[in-house]
T-cell receptor
């Protein structure tokens, strides 16, 4: 089945230690998104890629970066995680930006010690 | 800015009970409206959607009607099952705008046999 895969499902890191979360897709979609979902809060869009074009949300901290080396993979890099960055990180894809359903992965739960 | 307000949970119902989860929105344009469901351990899945006023979205026995006059998109199901236990998210998107999904905080639903 075509799907969105996130690895790992659970990630523990230390305060200030860089961490990378991974997302891959077999849908061959043009757009890949990263959302942050803190406990009991709404998912919040951090940024998205349309093909190789990166689009950052205005309020996404500089601590969060992303890479998309090819159509299938997208990475979320947190350069210096703080305790406030502990959250579920959701990856999603869509075929196009306009009027297209987003397909979500299962998420990676990040714990910062 | 655009926002979605959802009924706070958790909601606990007995099997075969009637379900309503309230959702209201604030938007600058004419949004498309969505309900997403997140089953335990899985990613968000699109449950249903409506793209204009008075449209009714339906899927798996769930329904929601786009009410522009009350800016609402309440989710209903006539007879819930244990397998409906999940977290439900209401969301909006402004078509041909920034296409960003804006989510509510989610409502956890538990159905007891």
């Amino acid at each position: 089945d075509a799907m969105v895969i996130q690895n790992p499902r659970y990630q523990v890191t230390q305060f200030g230690k860089p961490v990378t979360l991974s997302c891959s897709q077999t849908l061959n979609h043009n757009v890949m998104y990263w959302y942050q979902q803190k406990s009991s809060q709404a998912p919040k869009l951090l940024f998205h890629y349309y093909d190789k074009d990166f689009n950052n949300e205005a309020d996404t901290p500089d601590n969060f970066q992303s890479r998309r080396p090819n159509t299938s993979f997208c990475f979320l890099d947190i350069r210096s995680p703080g305790l406030g960055d502990a959250a579920m990180y959701l990856c999603a894809t869509s075929r196009e930006l306009a009027n297209n359903e987003q397909f979500f992965g299962p998420g990676t739960r990040l714990t910062v010690l | 800015g655009d926002s979605v307000t959802q009924m706070e949970g958790p909601v606990t119902l007995s099997e075969e009970a009637f379900l309503t989860i309230n959702c209201t929105y604030t938007a600058t344009g004419y949004p498309s409206l969505f309900w997403y469901v997140q089953y335990p351990g899985e990613g968000l899945q699109l449950l249903l959607k409506a793209t204009k006023a008075d449209d009714k979205g339906s899927n798996k026995g769930f329904e929601a009607t786009y009410r522009k006059e009350t800016t609402s998109f309440h989710l209903e199901k006539g007879s819930v099952q244990v397998s409906d236990s999940a977290v439900y998210f209401c969301a909006l998107r402004i078509p041909f705008g920034n296409e960003k999904l804006t989510f509510g905080t989610g409502t956890r639903l538990t159905i007891i046999p």
